[in-house]
């Protein structure tokens, strides 16, 4: 099992960790600041540096799989490949993530969640890149993209807090409406369900969006910066997909 240090602070850049094995999965650390691909976020990229100073390229980052194909609670660094050494069992390493891709992810991440505040429709689909992010909504009325872009740019000047937090399996039980996504499930496993919330525009107003998610959030809305809806696509009768951008910088 691997101790995720990004569940509790997305802003941490690096760690020491000690290496538990090296094999076909990739590399499994003790802990690790690596956030494995899931619930539609990438995994992350970076570098282990030994003790002598040499640093492996870390092109991915995945959870470990069991016999029957379900995910576990380790964690493997995938190495880039055509580097000429590895690492073993008990080699020291800082673990130290590629920060610019990353933020990128973060601020993305955050804003699918402010587009599910600004389409109150289901997810049934969900892609988060360094390059883009993707939303899929289960709907037949179209959207608008000027509109989304404009509602997004709202709640990034309003600068709200973005907390992360916990409900028990029970409370999640009793809530179903919580789960805003059909195809990520929530990152149930331990007893306790991560939660993100998105604080409210304004005093006794509730929070803009509220939802069980294990990715890695910007910690103000403010942070997100200029991200613009690229494209609206229909991707199905029952589909509208939204594709989200960083704009172009100058404009
Ligand atoms: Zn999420």
């Not at 030994?50 to 959870?63: H, V």
């Not at 601020?107 to 997810?123: I, K, M, S």
């Not at 509109?147 to 028990?168: D, F, K």
């Not at 998610?213 to 613009?228: K, L, R």
Request: proline share 4%; net charge neutral.
């Amino acid at each position: 099992m691997t101790q995720d240090l990004f569940r509790e602070d997305a802003y941490l850049k690096e760690c020491q960790a000690t290496v538990l094995s090296a094999g076909e999965q990739g590399i499994l650390l003790d802990r690790t600041v690596f956030y494995a691909l899931g619930g539609g976020q990438a995994g992350d990229s970076g570098v282990l540096v030994l003790s002598d100073g040499r640093a492996l390229a870390i092109a991915d980052t995945r959870k470990g799989k069991d016999a029957e194909g379900r995910a576990t609670a380790d964690i493997f660094h995938v190495p880039a490949p055509g580097q000429n050494f590895t690492v073993s069992f008990g080699d020291s390493v800082v673990a130290r993530i590629d920060w610019v891709r990353r933020h990128k992810l973060m601020r993305f991440h955050t804003t699918t969640h402010l587009l599910c505040h600004l389409v109150p429709q289901l997810v049934n689909g969900c892609s988060i890149t360094a390059e883009y992010a993707r939303l899929d909504f289960n709907m037949t009325d179209p959207l608008d993209k000027e509109q989304l872009t404009a509602g997004i740019a709202r709640l990034v000047a309003a600068g709200l807090p973005v907390a992360v937090g916990s409900i028990s399996d029970e409370e999640l039980d009793a809530n179903p409406a919580l789960v805003k996504s059909m195809s990520v499930q929530p990152p149930r496993g331990t007893g306790r369900v991560r939660t993100i919330t998105i604080g409210a525009a304004g005093a006794g107003d509730a929070p803009v969006d509220y939802q069980p998610c294990g990715g890695t959030h910007v910690a103000n809305t403010a942070e997100i910066g200029p991200v613009v809806v690229t494209k609206i696509e229909k991707k199905s009768a029952t589909t509208r997909r939204v594709v989200l951008g960083f704009a172009a910088a100058g404009t």
